[in-house]
């Protein structure tokens, strides 16, 4: 019920193309779906995240998009770039519980 | 400013010393977290502290030891570890532990033990 799984779990793409990777989810509880990018040797830091409200939210090249009703949400990066080569994790927390997260995917933008 | 900050970044410690890792954050946020996370692998939480009080211990072995002195402040003590408890050490924080949304992460300490 606390799972949330994530694909794929490496993921090469040329500069300008879109990455993608996805998430689903099984805690129809959840409420709160935030993505986080990882460089090397650094903390995680908090990328974007929507609610179930909306299907979608874009904040400059990166956009989720949530389907509420198969229980999935995917990152969608822009244009990539090389300076996105990161691990990426996507999330799942609802109040008064921590946050559940995916096994992370490791993205490398070649030039 | 949603800085959490860690000290120190690096830390090379035998199995029978005793360190201290320690977190900050001024962002006025009463939840503080420590994550344990492992080579290509999600955080994993270990401690979660609520308004300086500690609200969830995820099992972790009596070796490890947090600390809330404060609001602003969060330690963990650490005493005869493993050479598998070698990993990276996260502090993270949110608002209230009721709304673990938006969780910030502080670098995190690189811990070795040899």
């Known amino acids: 019920q606390q799972q949330v799984k994530q694909s794929p779990q490496s993921l090469i793409v040329q500069k300008g193309g879109i990455s993608i990777i996805n998430c689903a989810y099984e805690n129809t509880a959840f409420d709160y779906f935030p993505w986080y990018q990882q460089f090397p040797g650094k903390g995680p830091a908090l990328l974007i995240a929507?609610?179930?409200?909306?299907s979608e939210k874009k904040e400059g090249r990166f956009t989720i998009s949530f389907n509420k009703s198969a229980k999935q949400f995917s990152l969608h990066i822009m244009d990539s770039q090389p300076g996105d080569s990161a691990t990426y994790f996507c999330?799942?927390?609802?109040?008064?519980?921590?946050?559940?997260f995916g096994g992370g995917t490791r993205l490398m933008v070649k030039p | 400013d949603t800085e959490v900050t860690q000290t120190p970044k690096h830390l090379v410690m035998g199995m029978t010393n005793k360190k201290s890792l320690k977190c900050e954050q001024h962002?006025?946020?009463?939840?503080m977290y420590w994550y344990k996370q492992k080579a290509k692998k999600p955080p994993e939480l270990m401690f979660v502290y609520s308004y300086e009080k500690l609200s969830i211990n995820e099992s972790v072995p009596s070796r490890f030891s947090p600390e809330c002195p404060n609001s602003s402040l969060l330690n963990l003590h650490l005493h005869a570890l493993q050479p598998e408890d070698s990993a990276l050490y996260l502090c993270a924080s949110s608002q209230n532990r009721d709304s673990p949304y938006e969780q910030y992460f502080g670098p995190g300490t690189r811990l070795t033990v040899t």
């Open positions: 929507i609610r179930p409200d909306v």
């Open positions: 999330a799942a927390g609802r109040a008064g519980n921590m946050l559940t």
């Open positions: 962002m006025g946020h009463r939840a």
